[in-house]
T-cell receptor, first 112, second 115 residues
Framework: GQQLNQSPQSMFIQEGEDVSMNCTSS?????WLWYKQDPGEGPVLLIALYKAGELTSNGRLTAQFGITRKDSFLNISASIPSDVGIYFC????????????FGTGTRLKVLA | EAQVTQNPRYLITVTGKKLTVTCSQNMNHEYMSWYRQDPGLGLRQIYYSMNVEVTDKGDVPEGYKVSRKEKRNFPLILESPSPNQTSLYFC??????????????FGEGSWLTVV
């Protein structure tokens, strides 16, 4: 099955730094979702995006639906140790299938 | 509280011994699905169901079965588990359709080891 290209695969950052990650697809999407997964737990929804160009925030997290509808970005500002985990995107195509496609994840580690 | 509940959370079993992982959601969602998550491969869909008695194969269905006799339940069945089915499994649900608001809700995961 098709996978989204998510980058970077992993990041090591200092506490207080900002973080950026992105997902790109060869297909046009009408929905982008960003999830965080803690070790041994299920993914938890962070932000959902439904319109091209949409910019949505959730606390220190901000995500954008790219205007080409083939990409999305997640930014975390002023990172803290509890931001550690795996972040991944999911996209829903505009037609033909009800299936979401998932990115392979960005593993984030925050150094205190 | 809206949730997807799967059991067991952790299981070690032997090759060939049939097992079932249960999944239940309390949000009245039509769509349910099973994924497995393996290092470097992300989430891969095993089977999905768009409503009661309607199931279909995902990307990696070999070695698995599912059933959808009730809207809230979607069990995953491994008739004859093999070591390559050792993985972390997630059940998920969402409403049908393509309108905005159809976000996916995941269970907490089931760690399965087949020896």
């Amino acid at each position: 099955g098709q996978q989204l290209n998510q980058s970077p695969q992993s990041m090591f950052i200092q506490e207080g730094e900002d973080v950026s990650m992105n997902c790109t697809s060869s297909s046009i999407f009408n929905t982008w979702l960003w999830y965080k997964q803690d070790p041994g737990e299920g993914p938890v929804l962070l932000i959902a995006l439904y319109k091209a160009g949409e910019l949505t925030s959730n606390g220190r997290l901000t995500a954008q639906f790219g205007i080409t509808r083939k990409d999305s970005f997640l930014n975390i500002s002023a990172s803290i140790p509890s931001d550690v985990g795996i972040y991944f995107c999911a996209g829903h195509a505009t037609s033909g299938t009800y299936k979401y496609i998932f990115g392979t994840g960005t593993r984030l580690k925050v150094l205190a | 509280e809206a949730q997807v509940t799967q059991n067991p959370r952790y299981l070690i079993t032997v090759t060939g011994k049939k097992l079932t992982v249960t999944c239940s959601q309390n949000m009245n969602h039509e769509y349910m699905s099973w994924y497995r998550q393996d290092p470097g491969l992300g989430l891969r869909q095993i089977y999905y169901s768009m409503n009661v008695e309607v199931t279909d194969k995902g990307d990696v269905p070999e070695g698995y079965k599912v059933s959808r006799k009730e809207k809230r339940n979607f069990p995953l069945i491994l008739e004859s588990p093999s070591p390559n089915q050792t993985s972390l499994y997630f059940c998920a649900s969402r409403p049908n359709g393509v309108s905005s608001g159809n976000t996916i809700y995941f269970g907490e995961g089931s760690w399965l080891t087949v020896v």
